[in-house]
């Protein structure tokens, strides 16, 4: 038996290592789509380096290294966009199958490639044609299709947009569920309730410094038929979303080189292989001038989503404008119903959905509501990005990205001259009347939401010389209210890197990273002094815990136990005072989940009013039922990390292990040893700047001074192939964990495939 397992086993690794890609030599690749020999070279990181005649030959060339590193993870996310994943995985994925088809992106995918320019057209073509190139060089498909049993599917065009519309779920799916939750709130407890639950955060730093008010209102009231704190077992609303991302700039007048300098950390869900590719194009332009472009791709598609062309940089967060509206349909409402087919491996199932005149239509406690949403738009996708390789200062590169199809993000850009300038980039509607609930029939502007909005606002080297977002309101107030709030962020990262840009004077690369890496635990301040105040009235009983409080170090470190305290506590406390309206949604399948940023400032509103329904009165009954929310929370934490019921066991590092795992590893546990990232502490918690949970984080750390690459960093958190037999399947990792700078730029070539064109008799 032993012997057949060795034997098993062997040929398994054989299967693996045969395929594994060709990173040397030559290849003449079929067809008329590359124009010219290319090369493709690799360092030691596994990052791309292509050297081309064209954009488009550099498009073909990053197609076949996507292809060949990655092509696993283009599928899902062209799957998971279009609704097809139940095809490699089966009914288990039916039920997210259903909700991404409800938008029809293979369809609008379609319809955006037959409507791009034809520059644009030739490029993507391009790009497919590499991706389809490497596939047909294998002779063994990847390890994923062996497990699952499937067989891999050419890449199209339209693929490339349906990865750009998986990224539409990821980043504004949040904001379609707030509404809804909303809105419900609103037919059933009324807009006093809503506003209560959605007010404005005391955490502000909006560009021009301007601030929302904090209105004093009236607590609302709960109804009776919602019961109250005192007879309702809690129930957990869940964790919001991790919201990361981060970017600031400073102009030259910050740096010793003269410079602009920009940081850039987007924070994304973790898993492996990572979302990011890095890859640097050379090639030139259509005036035969060299360009050569640096940073990070996304497999998929052809561009440099984030990067440097040594005279301008570029980066991205979600912005989290309102770019959606539910409208309330009339009974008298005409709609139809489209039938689609679902095919899974299990078997095929029809999806009705219904279609109005607004958009599609879905329905919750007996009323129908049609979706207006940008991402359902003809300008929500497009190749515009690629437009930003060639800018040579701030001013052309705003030009050159006006129309850009992509998520709406706060782009920040520099130029080697010292320029910097913030601006909302992505698809945007002309739409002027935002609302966080529903809209009226009325109300609603179908004109304007054919269109792209052109009032854009932009701040180019403002006079204190920063420039920064991080998800929450960079907006002044006035272009608030054009743009709406499509669920905000909490302010505090945003805050205390504005605060971290003015403590000083002059900025380099070292100082960037230190600021992507401030974990101080600014936010949670007055949640530790609650709790500490609380437990501190019963001394004899908390005597350990006051202990681990007083030296919790101020900070999402991984040593500290006082900070993982607070957090949970934070989280049950929340739970248990907002318990009645959670079992409220839970009625109709919803959640405060997606609105539990907002409660925030109505917690510590209810803490200081008189108010019986939501929190005890009588002091010591109050501290009762916060002791109760902290003794919770405890348990859930000793039971999940300390078998032995110890709370050195809590310490930070340990409760929010960062755990980077491949999907197939939680299905199959015995593969983690091979395919999963090794775990590391957890460092940085959720309203930090350094943004991390266990399967959340810093996506890239990128810096930059456009003209100084040779100075720059770009780390990611894994390596660039998906490949576990690859020496670049964990390449750059360690650096990531140990919070260490990987340079911006490739370093010597250590494989080179030479790409020729077919040539024809």
């Not at 045969?18 to 070279?41: F, I, K, N, V, W």
Request: one cysteine or more; aromatic letters at 8%; a negative charge.
């Amino acid at each position: 038996m032993a012997s057949l397992i060795a034997l098993g086993m062997a040929l398994l690794y054989g299967l693996l290592y045969a395929s594994l890609p060709q990173l040397d030599g030559e290849l003449t690749m079929p067809g008329a789509t590359l124009s010219a020999p290319t090369r493709l070279e690799r360092d030691a990181l596994g990052s791309a380096i292509i050297t081309a005649n064209n954009r488009s030959d550099a498009a073909f060339a990053l197609g076949f290294a996507h292809g060949q590193d990655r092509f696993f993870q283009m599928d899902l996310l062209r799957r998971n966009a279009a609704g097809e994943l139940a095809e490699l995985f089966g009914d288990g994925a039916l039920a997210l199958d259903k909700s991404h088809r409800f938008h029809q992106f293979r369809q609008r995918a379609r319809l955006a490639v037959s409507q791009l320019p034809s520059i644009q057209a030739h490029i993507l073509n391009a790009y497919s044609a590499g991706v389809n190139a490497a596939l047909s060089q294998q002779t063994i498909n990847s390890f994923e299709y062996w497990l699952s049993s499937n067989t891999l599917a050419p890449w199209q065009p339209e693929d490339s947009l349906l990865v750009i519309y998986s990224m539409y779920l990821d980043l504004q799916s949040a904001t379609l569920e707030r509404e809804q939750v909303l809105e419900y709130i609103k037919r059933s407890l009324g807009d006093d309730m809503v506003a209560f639950i959605s007010q404005n955060d005391r955490y502000q730093a909006a560009l021009d410094g301007s601030e929302l008010t904090i209105d004093t209102m009236a607590v609302p009231a709960l109804p009776v038929a919602l019961t109250p704190y005192a007879q309702s077992a809690s129930l957990h609303i869940g964790d919001a979303d991790v919201v990361g991302s981060n970017n600031w700039a400073v102009t030259g007048s910050l740096t010793a080189s003269g410079h602009a300098m920009l940081s850039d950390d987007m924070h994304l869900g973790l898993a492996v292989p990572v979302i990011w590719y890095r890859a640097q194009l050379n090639y030139r332009d259509a005036q035969q001038q060299g360009v050569q472009v640096t940073g990070v791709s996304l497999p998929g598609a052809p561009a440099i989503v984030v990067g440097t062309n040594n005279q301008v940089a570029w980066g991205f967060t979600n912005a989290y404008i309102d770019t959606a509206d539910w409208v309330a349909l009339a009974p008298t409402d005409k709609t139809q119903t489209l039938t689609e087919v679902i095919y899974s491996k299990d078997q095929p199932h029809e999806l009705a959905i219904e279609m109005s005149r607004y958009g599609p239509v879905t329905q919750v406690d007996g009323v129908k509501y049609a979706l207006a949403w940008v991402g359902h738009q003809s300008y929500a996708v497009d190749m515009d990005l690629i437009e930003l390789e060639t800018a040579s200062d701030v001013d052309s590169a705003l030009a050159l990205s006006a129309e850009t199809g992509i998520p709406v993000q706060n782009m920040l850009v520099t130029d080697s001259q010292g320029n910097a300038a913030w601006r909302l980039t992505g698809a945007i509607s002309s739409r002027d009347n935002p609302n966080i609930t529903s809209q009226q029939p009325q109300q609603f502007q179908a004109h304007a939401w054919l269109s792209p909005a052109t009032d854009i606002p932009v701040v180019k080297n403002p006079q204190q010389h920063r420039l920064w977002s991080a998800n929450s309101r960079v907006l002044s107030t006035q272009d608030h209210l054009r743009f709406g709030d499509g669920g905000y962020a909490i302010g505090s990262r945003s805050s205390q890197i504005k605060d971290n840009l003015m403590a000083h004077q002059q900025f380099d690369e070292t100082e960037f990273l230190t600021m992507q890496l401030d974990n101080r635990a600014i936010f949670m301040r007055r949640w530790h002094s609650l709790l500490t105040a609380s437990l501190a009235t019963d001394i004899n009983q908390y005597h350990q815990d006051l202990d681990w409080l007083r030296n919790w170090g101020e900070c999402a470190c991984s040593d500290s136990v006082g900070y993982s305290l607070v957090t949970a506590f934070r989280n049950q406390l929340l739970d248990d005072t907002f318990a009645p309206l959670e079992h409220h949604l839970a009625n109709q399948d919803l959640s405060l989940r997606r609105v539990k940023s907002g409660l925030e400032t109505a917690f510590w509103q209810l803490l200081s009013r008189d108010n019986s329904q939501w929190l005890p009165q009588i002091p010591t009954e109050r501290t009762a039922f916060i002791l109760a929310s902290y003794q919770q929370a405890k348990a859930k934490l000793l039971k999940q990390h300390s078998p032995s019921g110890q709370l050195q066991d809590l310490a930070w590092g340990r409760v929010n292990a960062l755990t980077i795992s491949h999907p197939f590893s939680r299905q199959i546990p015995g593969l983690a040893p091979v395919l999963d990232m090794p775990s590391v502490a957890g460092f940085g918690g959720r309203f930090e700047p350094a943004v991390q949970a266990p399967r959340f984080g810093a996506s890239q750390r990128f810096i930059v001074q456009p003209g100084r690459e040779q100075d720059g960093i770009l780390t990611l958190p894994g390596g660039q192939s998906g490949h576990p037999l690859s020496a670049y399947y964990r390449a750059g990792f360690d650096d990531y964990a140990n919070h260490q700078a990987t340079p911006l730029l490739p370093t010597a070539p250590r494989h080179t495939l030479h790409l020729k064109p077919e040539v024809n008799p």
